[in-house]
C-alpha cells in the first residue's frame, strides 16, 4: 500500500512502512465526524491523507478550544497506541477526506523500537504544539492567529477553498462567532480571503504569511522537523 500521501508514514523507517502496510487500511474521514470523545478509550490510530482533524479541549460550560491540527504530517491517536491510556481530548474531522486507519492493538503488535520513537517524537511535537496554542490564544489578536489556522490548513490540504463555517471556525480559536465574522470581514476588505457561506478561499498567501501571528511559523517548522527522516 502507498504512503505517499502521509508524510509521517513516508518519514518511518522501511522496515516499519512495511510492516504497517499489512495492516493498515484506507478510510474516508467526513467532515465534523467525531473519532474519540474525552474520556473514551481510544481503540484506532489514524493517519490522515488529506483530511485534517483538531483535537479540541471540551469545558464544561460546553464551548471547545482546539489544541492541535493533525493532517499528512502526524498521527490520530498515537497517545492510545505507546501507553493504552483514554483521550484527554475531542478529536473531530475539520474538513474531510481519506486516510489510513489501525486498530491501536495491531499497531501495537508490530511496533518496533523505532516505531515507538517515532509516535513519541510525534507526541512530544503534539505537545509543544498545545502550548503554543495556549500562548497565542492569550497574547496574539484574533485577526493573526485566524490567519495561521487558515494557513495550516491550507499547508494540510493543498487547497485554496476550505468547507469552514463561521461557528466552526470560532469554536477552533476559542471566541465568538461574531469576533470572527469580524475579522473575516476585515481579511475580505484587505484582499486576503474570500468569504461565502460555508466556504473560505484563500485569495493572497503571501499577505495572509504576513498577517499571521509567529506560532504559524512555529507550528510549521515543528512538523517539518518531525517527518524528516530519521535514521537514528
Not at 63 to 91: K, Q, W
Request: aromatic share 4%; glycine share 6%; proline share 2%.
Amino acid at each position: 500500500m502507498s504512503h505517499a500521501s502521509s508524510a509521517f508514514l513516508t518519514s518511518l523507517a522501511a522496515d516499519d512502512q512495511s510492516a504497517l502496510g499489512q495492516i493498515l487500511m484506507e478510510v474516508s474521514m467526513a467532515q465534523s465526524e467525531v473519532l474519540y470523545e474525552p474520556h473514551q478509550l481510544m481503540t484506532s490510530v489514524y493517519f490522515p491523507f488529506d483530511a485534517v482533524v483538531s483535537l479540541v479541549i471540551v469545558l464544561s460550560s460546553g464551548d471547545t478550544v482546539e489544541t492541535a491540527m493533525i493532517g499528512h504530517d502526524g498521527v490520530v491517536g498515537a497517545g492510545g497506541a505507546l501507553d493504552g491510556r483514554v483521550s484527554a481530548d475531542r478529536a473531530i474531522v475539520q474538513i474531510g477526506g481519506r486516510g489510513l486507519k489501525c486498530s491501536i492493538e495491531k499497531l501495537r503488535s508490530i511496533m518496533s523500537q523505532s516505531l515507538q520513537l517515532a509516535l513519541f517524537r510525534h507526541q512530544q511535537t503534539v505537545l509543544a504544539n498545545a502550548q503554543q496554542s495556549a500562548a497565542c490564544n492569550i497574547t496574539h489578536p484574533v485577526e493573526g492567529r485566524l490567519a495561521r489556522w487558515l494557513l495550516r490548513a491550507h499547508d494540510l490540504t493543498g487547497e485554496k477553498n476550505l468547507p469552514l463555517t463561521q461557528q466552526f471556525l470560532a469554536e477552533m480559536l476559542g471566541v465568538q462567532r461574531s469576533s470572527v465574522s469580524i475579522v473575516a470581514h476585515t481579511l475580505q476588505q484587505a484582499g486576503l480571503i474570500r468569504y461565502r457561506r460555508g466556504h473560505v478561499e484563500l485569495v493572497d498567501i503571501e499577505a495572509l504569511r504576513e498577517c499571521a501571528c509567529e506560532c504559524y511559523d512555529a507550528v510549521r517548522m515543528s512538523y517539518e522537523a518531525l517527518v524528516r527522516p530519521h535514521n537514528d
